[in-house]
């Protein structure tokens, strides 16, 4: 494997000498081979202080599985929020966490058990404050609601509060170049959802059933999540739409507007400490130079893509997602 990987890296070098595109200079260097978090310092207050504040994201489409990339197998959104709560919530210098949101949603149950293990985290007594940065909509939104309270930028784009599955029907395509579909099923319903013929009535009946199952739960979580709002006036909002981080300050869907370094002041005056060290999580040789920055993803190759991912399978899914064109 090793040396299939430094093939693999000769061959690059190769190709970028060849085409002019070499880079200025060349580093070899032994790296630690391991996976385990690693915490990097972004910056602290002019004194020294002990106490930290940990920054964690949940950035792109929430799955329950990889998300693969070029040349990577990828993260598990569920699994690396997990990681990252398990080390601030392990470290007694930190007193709470930043959860950092830009996304558009996702899969309903990745987004539950993200909803449940920053409750479980919260549980340790340290707060957890979310902020939103370009769109925290749908699963995005479900998640913030788990914390003790939410800010946004300006510009931020959430809500889209709401359960959504997507179908296709392809019967007549298949018709117009003479293909059929045989398909033997044990019972009526096995085959429901199918894109080979159109759906029937009792089939539609019964997967709107599961979505508004899953919609009743949406709304529960953003009922408990937001003490100032009930569940009639959670559902009044919840028609799926989204809103602006002004509209969502004044609907009560958040605690205020302002960037995220007036978030981590408001966290520190919430857990009464003067000062703090700003710290973040990350894999072995991901770059983190300040607050702003996101590890760099590799292009993907997809059929679908979403905000810059890709669900994972063809198979329809139930999604807290806000993605219009779907």
């Keep these: 494997m090793k040396t299939r990987s430094a093939l693999v890296a000769a061959g690059m070098l190769g190709s970028l000498m060849l085409s002019g595109c070499m880079p200025d200079g060349l580093l070899i260097t032994l790296v630690n081979t391991e996976r385990e978090l690693e915490e990097r310092e972004l910056y602290r207050d002019g004194r020294w202080t002990a106490d930290k504040i940990a920054v964690i994201d949940v950035d792109g489409i929430i799955l329950n599985?990889?998300?693969?990339?070029?040349?990577?197998?990828?993260?598990?959104?569920?699994?690396?929020?997990?990681?990252?709560?398990?080390?601030?919530?392990?470290?007694?210098?930190?007193?709470?966490?930043?959860?950092?949101?830009?996304?558009?949603?996702?899969?309903?149950?990745?987004?539950?058990?993200?909803?449940?293990?920053?409750?479980?985290?919260?549980?340790?007594?340290?707060?957890?404050?979310?902020?939103?940065?370009?769109?925290?909509?749908?699963?995005?939104?479900?998640?913030?609601?788990?914390?003790?309270?939410?800010?946004?930028?300006?510009?931020?784009v959430t809500g889209s509060i709401g359960v959504i599955m997507q179908l296709f029907d392809v019967e007549g395509t298949m018709k117009l170049i003479g293909v059929t579909s045989n398909t033997i099923t044990s019972g009526p319903h096995k085959d429901s959802g199918s894109p080979f013929r159109t759906m029937r009535d009792?089939?539609?009946?019964?997967?709107?059933?599961?979505?508004?199952?899953?919609?009743?739960?949406?709304?529960?979580?953003?009922?408990?999540?937001?003490?100032?709002?009930?569940?009639?006036?959670?559902?009044?909002?919840?028609?799926?739409?989204?809103?602006?981080?002004?509209?969502?300050?004044?609907?009560?869907?958040?605690?205020?507007?302002g960037t995220l370094r007036d978030t981590i002041e408001a966290v520190k005056k919430r857990v009464g400490i003067d000062a703090a060290r700003v710290v973040v999580y990350h894999r072995p040789l991901d770059y983190r130079p300040t607050i702003y920055a996101q590890p760099p993803s590799a292009p993907e190759i997809s059929v679908l893509r979403i905000d810059g991912g890709a669900l994972p399978t063809p198979t329809p899914q139930f999604l807290y997602l806000w993605a219009p064109g779907l």
């Excluded at 990577?72 to 959104?77: L, R, T």
């Excluded at 949603?105 to 993200?114: E, K, Q, R």
């Excluded at 739409?241 to 004044?250: C, D, F, I, N, S």
Aim: hydrophobic share 45%; aromatic share 6%.
């Design 65 to 156: 599985a990889p998300a693969p990339k070029l040349f990577s197998a990828g993260e598990h959104p569920v699994s690396l929020l997990t990681e990252q709560l398990d080390k601030a919530r392990r470290d007694r210098a930190v007193k709470a966490v930043v959860l950092r949101i830009n996304s558009p949603g996702g899969a309903v149950t990745a987004s539950d058990l993200m909803h449940d293990e920053i409750r479980r985290f919260r549980a340790s007594g340290k707060p957890v404050v979310a902020h939103m940065m370009d769109v925290a909509a749908s699963g995005g939104y479900y998640i913030a609601c788990a914390c003790d309270e939410i800010a946004a930028c300006r510009t931020t």
């Design 202 to 257: 009792e089939e539609r009946a019964l997967f709107q059933a599961m979505v508004d199952d899953m919609y009743a739960r949406f709304v529960e979580v953003v009922d408990e999540g937001r003490a100032n709002l009930d569940a009639a006036q959670v559902r009044t909002l919840a028609d799926g739409r989204v809103y602006t981080a002004p509209q969502a300050l004044k609907a009560g869907l958040i605690d205020r507007i």
